[in-house]
């Protein structure tokens, strides 16, 4: 499997059941209440959900960039201060939507093998911190960019949850249904 194959469909498909899942927040409690989720936490050193979104965003688009040996636009440079800075200003459900379709976009824009030459690339991953990681395209792949990006759609995720949102296994991983095999959903 090459990296763009791997890639591409996996933060398609996430982004898109997020999206999904702000879409039943929405549905399942009034405005006022379903835009305070953003603000909401799993712990008081954790980002907020309005974070957890943007840096889902963020880690499927960066990825593209590194593994293209592309400087980083400074459209993620600000996303990424974006996200930063969303306890204080945590915008609205509609530009965490806007923010999901961006990311979806820009990976759809992609070629089909657009990622595929990284997989040797060196990366050099510079943190905020100063602390420099130097690895391959595909070591970044598999011991940073999925595992980052998953990391931030779990706690989304787990922060609708606790706060009472009705969604489920099937709303994590709704693409799964397109490899049901004919008659063996179960019947409540």
């Known amino acids: ?29 009034p405005e006022a209440e379903a835009e305070a989720l953003l603000s909401r ?40 201060l974006e996200g930063q800075n969303a306890g204080e200003r945590p915008g609205s459900i509609a530009d965490a939507q806007a923010r999901i379709r961006a990311a979806l976009a820009a990976l759809a824009d992609l070629g089909p093998d657009a990622l ?11 943190l905020p911190t100063g602390m420099i990681f130097d690895l391959t395209g595909e070591q970044y792949v598999r011991d940073w960019a999925l595992p980052q990006f998953h990391f931030h759609m779990v706690t989304a995720y ?25 008659g063996t ?3 409540s």
């Open 1 to 29: 499997m090459s990296l763009t194959e791997l890639l591409v469909p996996t933060y398609t498909q996430m982004l898109n059941a997020l999206s999904g899942w702000l879409d039943k927040a929405t549905a399942q409690l």
């Open 41 to 80: 936490r799993l712990a008081s050193d954790m980002y907020p959900l309005a974070t957890q979104v943007r840096f889902a965003c963020l880690q499927a688009q960066e990825a593209t960039f590194r593994l293209r040996g592309l400087p980083l636009p400074d459209a993620l440079g600000a996303l990424a």
């Open 116 to 126: 595929d030459t990284g997989a040797e690339r060196r990366i050099a991953l510079e």
């Open 158 to 182: 787990a922060i609708l949850r606790n706060q009472g949102i009705a969604i489920g296994k099937a709303d994590y991983v709704p693409h799964m249904f397109t490899y049901l095999r004919p």
């Open 185 to 187: 959903m179960p019947q």
